[in-house]
């Protein structure tokens, strides 16, 4: 995903967290803490993470609430990076970690839908 491409809501819901004054990246863990992010609560508990978004890359604010589809930042390769990708993770709360949610998306023509497996690449050609 190059960086300033357009990222939209995959689903509707209420902005609980944004971090987004970060500018440096590097490809190790202690990295991390650089990372540029928005979080999105779901009317079913559920929360979707959206990561190494772009420096001031939404104009998003705690409390907004978004639609399906509505650009909510533009990517970046900002925090635990090694180059410019969306980390895009939805998860339910838990004690210390939250537990994954298995996530579909469509790619490639947007013909073919997949379950996203960690550590897989996936485009979008549609």
């Known amino acids: 995903m190059p960086e300033g491409t357009e990222i939209v809501a995959a689903r509707e819901g209420v ?52 639609k ?15 180059g410019p990708h969306l980390h895009f993770v939805c998860f339910l709360p838990g004690f210390g970690k939250g537990n994954s949610l298995e996530t579909k998306f469509r790619v490639d023509e947007g013909g073919n839908a997949v379950l996203l497996q960690p550590g897989n690449f996936y485009s979008k050609a549609y």
Request: contains cysteine; hydrophobic residues 30%.
């Open 15 to 66: 902005v609980v967290q944004i971090e987004k004054n970060n500018t440096e990246s590097c490809p190790r863990e202690e990295c991390s803490k650089f990372n540029n992010y928005i979080i999105i609560m779901h009317s079913d508990g559920s929360f979707a993470r959206y990561a190494h978004i772009r420096y001031n890359g939404t104009s998003l604010s705690v409390g907004g609430t978004v």
């Open 68 to 82: 399906k589809g509505d650009i909510i930042a533009y990517s970046g390769n900002v925090g635990w990076s090694s």
